[in-house]
């Protein structure tokens, strides 16, 4: 099992800047991939970001390409979503998963059903 605990989230001003984060447990955390998914009231989930077990390759969302940046921290068993230039269209509740890093690949990183494990979320709220 692996336990995912974000934090971060908060109400900010368009334009303006958050990073969230993703402490997890349990497992090797060296062993998966992460993503952030988040989902807006009404709406599906979606994938926002994933980053592969070392940090070398990393994938975006075309709405978020150029804002938000995903990083992680091994040592810390922690990723993170720096989101820059917020819009309001951002707002939604932020959630990080773990795929084993075995099967992340081009074909697999924007799909929720192959994450084994999820946080709790993060509401992150944007206003105008």
């Known amino acids: 099992q692996v336990q995912l605990v974000e934090s971060g989230g908060g109400l900010v001003q368009a334009g303006g800047s958050l990073r969230l984060s993703c402490v997890a447990s349990?497992?090797?955390?060296?062993?998966?991939?992460m993503g952030w998914f988040r989902q807006a009231p009404g709406k599906e989930r979606e994938f926002v970001a994933s980053i592969a077990w070392s940090g070398g390759t990393t994938y975006y969302a075309n709405s978020v390409k150029g804002r938000f940046t995903i990083s992680r921290d091994n040592a810390k068993n922690t990723v993170y979503l720096q989101m820059n230039s917020l819009e309001p269209e951002d707002t939604a509740v932020y959630y990080c998963?773990?795929?084993?890093?075995?099967?992340?690949?081009?074909?697999?990183?924007?799909?929720?059903?192959?994450?084994?494990?999820w946080g709790q979320g993060t509401q992150v709220t944007v206003s105008s």
């Open positions: 349990g497992r090797t955390f060296s062993n998966y991939a």
């Open positions: 998963a773990a795929m084993p890093r075995t099967i992340y690949s081009r074909g697999t990183y924007s799909t929720g059903a192959r994450y084994d494990y």
